[in-house]
């Protein structure tokens, strides 16, 4: 099968399945070879599979806007490792679109590892910039949630224009997606 076929949102994993140091750095090789914007590379990476600090970047974490009663994954279905892409604002003080691409190309990688991944926008940033110990130059802004993935996700066709994912009576998660025909624009002769 296709990567990006099987590259969901994952939101509970496997914890007890460890991704080593290694692998994590073939996902940040994948990132970067990827493109960047003016070439510049402007983001660098935190890499954590260790329990003790994975449990220390969890509580910082926002995890599922749509899924209001849902405060994350429990002990037991929570990451086994972390991404942190971080901002140089050494190298520039913006990094365009670089974020979305890196990102991609991570959970891409993690994928072809067999594993899967979240990208997480929602986190508290002065808490996870002290727990990491990062310079003043270095600014969180995304971090990557990754293990073994333990849930089913469902790609279902939009209905009536409900594009918020839900968990049905089995705990799968629904992903609500606009079809083909709907994305490509064909002018009218």
């Not at 971080?86 to 990688?109: E, K, P, R």
Request: charged letters at 25%.
């Amino acid at each position: 099968m296709i990567p990006f076929r099987q590259n969901r949102s994952y939101r509970r994993f496997f914890q007890s399945e460890s991704i080593t140091a290694e692998q994590l750095k073939m996902m940040v090789d994948a990132a970067r070879l990827s493109p960047s914007s003016r070439n510049v590379q402007p983001i660098k990476f935190y890499i954590s599979n260790d329990c003790e600090m994975n449990s220390k970047i969890y509580p910082n974490l926002g995890w599922a806007g749509y899924l209001k009663e849902w405060d994350g994954p429990v002990e037991g279905e929570r990451p086994s490792a972390y991404i942190v892409l971080l901002h140089d604002t050494n190298i520039s003080q913006g990094y365009s679109c670089d974020n979305g691409i890196f990102a991609q190309s991570i959970l891409l990688q993690a994928v072809d590892l067999g594993f899967g991944g979240c990208m997480i926008a929602t986190f508290k940033k002065e808490p996870l910039s002290q727990l990491l110990k990062l310079p003043e130059h270095l600014v969180p802004i995304l971090v990557i949630a990754l293990g073994k993935p333990k849930e089913v996700v469902v790609v279902d066709d939009i209905k009536d224009g409900d594009f918020k994912y839900w968990r049905d009576d089995q705990q799968n998660h629904h992903v609500p997606k606009r079809t083909l025909e709907e994305l490509i624009y064909t002018p009218e002769k």
